[in-house]
Nanobody, 124 residues
């Protein structure tokens, strides 16, 4: 049974940084692509970033490009999202997700397993 557990959320001032972690268990982590999505208040869930099985390919939403970095450490079954220069509009619940394939994707429908989410709040 695949489990994804996010951590690292919290309250931060605009311009600050946070690093989210997502620990995976239940199957061989290194075989599968991972993604981060977020859902802000009153908004639909949106793509943030994704990474292929090896970390060799990464993708970002335009709204976070240059500020966020996705990475993974397969030896620790963990994917990370480093978030810098945070803005109030980044406030959301952040979810990590895992695909049933090695290739990263940008659509939520492409992901098969989801964590419970971690709240990120950016104050102005």
């Amino acid at each position: 049974q695949v489990q994804l557990v996010e951590s690292g959320g919290g309250l931060v001032q605009a311009g600050g940084s946070l690093r989210l972690s997502c620990a995976a268990s239940g199957r061989t982590f290194s075989l599968y692509a991972m993604g981060w999505f977020r859902q802000g208040p009153g908004k639909e869930r949106e793509f943030v970033a994704a990474i292929s099985w090896s970390g060799g390919n990464t993708y970002y939403a335009d709204s976070v490009k240059g500020r966020f970095t996705i990475s993974r450490l397969n030896a620790k079954n963990t994917v990370y999202l480093q978030m810098n220069s945070l803005k109030p509009e980044d406030t959301a619940v952040y979810y990590c997700a895992q695909r049933n394939t090695a290739v990263a994707g940008r659509e939520a429908e492409q992901y098969d397993y989801w964590g419970q989410g971690t709240q990120v709040t950016v104050s102005s």
